[in-house]
């Protein structure tokens, strides 16, 4: 048999899916397909490529309207998707639904005519060409968004200045099994047009499919512009829901004022804040009325400094039901064009907990705050009449070697010379024995003496001690101590000065112990209110975990200086890592002298300024005593406003750290090596001119001013003037820059509060 007459084989043989389940599959995958479609029209970034024709147009409509159009018209048409799947039909022939579309393989032709034949045509234009049945079809694009949905079609006709071959057709119906008798009076049936009948049609079709491309994606915008709404609608509402349970959780409300209408809106949280029922109309009079009789006047004069561009952010009390509340108020407003107040929006914060809370630790703080000083001022008693204590002792064993037991030595020895004059050999030699062995004996409790009690550290005090020292380290251990001390560093305080000597001298014995070197460095000054020692060496160094007893057994010596040196107000800060030597700094605190030095030196200082807000000033150290940058760092350190970026030992590392780092300010030791701290200035203000340099010196010439200043150095101060002078001129030089007057003399005016 030929395969074109066969007909659709019959299912095979089997037991069928029960007809529950396969409708229950049926039902969710139309549910699933449903969501998926309409989340495609809905959502603004949904791919309406998943749409077909029929999920766009309404098709029972649109065949009401062309089964009105047939009735007059007499023209057959079609709405077809571009899968062949017909949506709308009018004057559709028995030819073809009786006969092509019921058999598998001329229906095939139907729809590959309907798909393939017609692809490709332009919007606005339509495609005249006979199927693949041999009956002539006509069709024009539907287009929504720019994607090809389906075709308006007309068809199933014959042209009135042409003859049907019926001999072909008489074929098709042999071909596919059609009784030849129906299908040619079929044939017969299938209407005459003409060409000018056909081309009215077409341009009424043309102008349907542009209508329904239009209506349709209109719909489908429309659809997704109320989707949008209501998604926007609910989620402003969930949003307001979230930000009435954010206030009422963090106690804050919300408020806007709108000063033309009087009228003053608060949020759910605002209500509550202030005890007034919901909705309760507000405005800014009935506002004031909750505000404590007491800051009314203080809340009304910020409010009218706001109206003059002042911040409003502020904290007063109210009353809610006869008690007092705490608030804190933060307001923007809002002008228009001429500058007049329309309004504003702020927030209502309930502090009431934090106010009583600062209240209480104000009160714990100052309690706490009182028995520290006086635990602290106990401590320091102890630990000064312990070190006073521990120097009585060395004081009174010196004072018995020296004038007991050397005395008793002594006079020994001079007995004994009487004996070196026996004639007697052996007496002369048992004589000049003991004579050698009291000397030596009487130089051991000398030298025991001074490592006891060292007179010239009552006597001179302790930059001639530490000199002292360093002589007697060489002497003794073969230590080379290089020593510089401040001549204007004195200590009256004997306990101290005790604790720093002795200090340092328990510092160098480890130096010679584990350092590995044979030689260190001591530099001793003033800083502010604080005397500074710092002890270095280029030595192995060690981790200074070894300090804290919780981390090491080792370490205790240094350790007990450092709790030593708490008890009396001081520190001892360490640095140090294994391979790169060590620095030991100590300092304890010392009140300044009261008389002035001799021809100071007084530079252009503003009157005490105040930290900028916020602001923070980049400073870099450059001097090359380790005591005096150590010092600076430690004085300026407690500055909130003042950054120590770097620290420099000689000129040309401050030049190359200042081009580096770019500080706002670099304090300038006038005498260093390798590049004098004047000319450095003078390279820093020709190449950094935002960057300005205080000059540091303990010389106190008014030419050696003079040449700081023209070499560009804002302020010229003696390292043993007040401290705070430092602190000023740093400010200082943020708030104005200083510039030499005619003649060089800028340095050189009165000191801050003097006219």
Known sequence: MDPDTDLPAPLPNGHPASSDVRTEEELRESVHGF??????????????????????IDADAVQKLMDGFHELARIPMAIIDVDGNVLVGVGWQDICTKFHRCHPKTSRNCVESDTKLSAGVALGEYRLYKCKNNLWDVATPIVVDGRHVGN???????????????????????????????????????????????????????DLAHNISQLSWSNIQLAREMAERERAEEALRQSREDLDRAQAVGQIGSWRLDVRRDVLTWSAESYRIFGVPKGTPQTYQRFLEHVHPDDRAYLDEKWSAALQGEVYDIEHRILVAGQVKWVREKAYLEFDGAGGLLGGFGITQDITERKRAEVELRKAKEDLEARVRDRTAQLRRLASELTLAEQRERRRLAEVLHDHIQQLLVGARLRLAALCDSRDRGAHKDAKEVEKLISDAIDASRSLTSELNPPILLQSGLGAALGWLAHWMKEKHGLS????????????????????FQSTREILFNVVKHAKVRSARV???????????VVSDDGTGFDPAVLDPEHSSGGLGLFRIRERLALLGGTMEVSSSPGRGSQFTLSVPHEERDEAPAAPVETALPRPVKPPRGARIRVLLAD???VMRQGLASLLGHEPDIDIVGMAVDGKEALDIARKLLPDVVVMDVS?????GMEATRIIHAELPKTKVIGLSMFEEHDLTDKM??????????KSGPSQDIVRAIRACMQRSSRPKAGGKAGRKRRPGKR
């Open 152 to 206: 308006v079609f007309s068809g199933q006709f014959f042209f009135t200045d042409e003859s049907p071959d019926r001999e072909l057709f008489r074929a098709q119906a042999a071909r596919y099994g059609f009784p030849e008798e129906e299908y040619l009076a079929a044939l017969d049936r299938v209407p005459r047009l003409s060409r000018a009948q056909v081309d009215t049609a077409m341009g009424f079709f043309i």
């Open 672 to 676: 260093m090596p390798k590049l004098h």
């Open 624 to 626: 090359d005593h380790a």
């Open 709 to 718: 200043l023209e070499a560009g150095a804002a302020f010229y101060l003696s």
């Open 523 to 533: 530099d001793m000054g003033r800083i502010g209110g604080r005397i500074v020692v």
């Open 481 to 500: 101590v290089d020593v510089r001390a401040d001549s204007g560093a004195v200590l009256k305080e004997e306990d101290v000065s005790t604790l720093l």
């Open 35 to 56: 969501r998926g479609k309409l989340e495609s029209t809905l959502s603004p970034q949904g791919d309406i490529g998943s749409l077909s024709l029929a999920d766009i």
